[in-house]
């Protein structure tokens, strides 16, 4: 059975940093392109970046561009968002998705983890 | 503001047809980039419910269809139930931003 779980969230000061992991289990992890994805409270979904199956290519939405960074370990099936800078409008659950074929077909979803930037 | 743009609700009543509608432009549907749909029940992550436009993944009901015409893709779903009651969203790629774009989301009551 295919699972994305997320960890690391919490409450962060403005300006500060949280690291966020996604453990993958049930798939061949290194066979997939991996994204982020954020829904605000109350609001809709937001691509936040994404991660070719071998890390060798990444992209970010404009708005964490410069303050996000994505990463894979491979040997232990896992995904990282460093995030830098942190903002107000940060905060939202952020859900790590396999994308299915590079179509953007995003078929598996983690529960998400609750990222709150208040002083 | 969205790149892809869903209306905010939709209503029917139970075993009544919905539509839901998500238009893009040339640097996303239109640039024919796949575009998938997802429901999203209260308080749970996103499931894939549609993927390239038109297909159903193993499991989903085939109450739910897609299609997708020039720059719009739309959502049909047939025989409403009560647990149809969620958040829908279209998504696709946007060869101008270099990822993938959501519509805004619509909420589907069922009356």
């Known amino acids: 059975e295919v699972q994305l779980v997320e960890s690391g969230g919490g409450l962060v000061q403005p300006g500060g940093s949280l690291t966020l992991s996604c453990a993958a289990s049930?798939?061949?992890?290194?066979?997939?392109?991996m994204n982020w994805v954020r829904q605000a409270p109350g609001k809709g979904l937001e691509w936040v970046s994404y991660?070719?199956?071998?890390?060798?290519?990444?992209y970010y939405a404009d708005s964490v561009k410069g303050r996000f960074s994505m990463s894979r370990d491979n040997a232990k099936s896992s995904l990282h968002l460093q995030m830098n800078s942190l903002r107000a409008e940060d905060t939202a659950v952020y859900y790590c998705?396999?994308?299915?074929?590079?179509?953007?077909?995003?078929?598996?979803w983690g529960q998400g983890t609750l990222v709150t930037v208040s002083s | 503001q969205s790149v892809l743009t869903q209306p905010p609700s939709v209503s029917g009543a139970p075993g009544q047809r919905v539509t839901i509608s998500c238009t893009g432009s040339?640097?996303?549907?239109?640039?024919?980039?796949?575009v998938h749909w997802y429901q999203q029940l209260p308080g749970t992550a996103p499931k894939l419910l549609i993927y390239?436009?038109?297909n159903r993944p193993s499991g989903v009901p085939d109450r739910f269809s897609g299609s997708k015409s020039g720059t719009s893709a739309s959502l049909a779903i047939t025989g409403l139930q009560a647990e149809d009651e969620a958040d829908y969203y279209c998504?696709?790629?946007?060869?101008?931003?270099?990822?993938?774009?959501f519509g805004g989301g619509t909420k589907l009551t069922v009356l």
């Open positions: 998705a396999r994308d299915y074929d590079s179509s953007g077909r995003f078929d598996y």
């Open positions: 049930g798939f061949t992890f290194s066979s997939y392109e």
């Open positions: 991660m070719s199956s071998s890390g060798s290519t990444i």
């Open positions: 040339s640097s996303n549907i239109g640039a024919d980039y796949d």
């Open positions: 390239a436009a038109s």
């Open positions: 998504q696709s790629y946007d060869t101008s931003l270099s990822g993938s774009v």
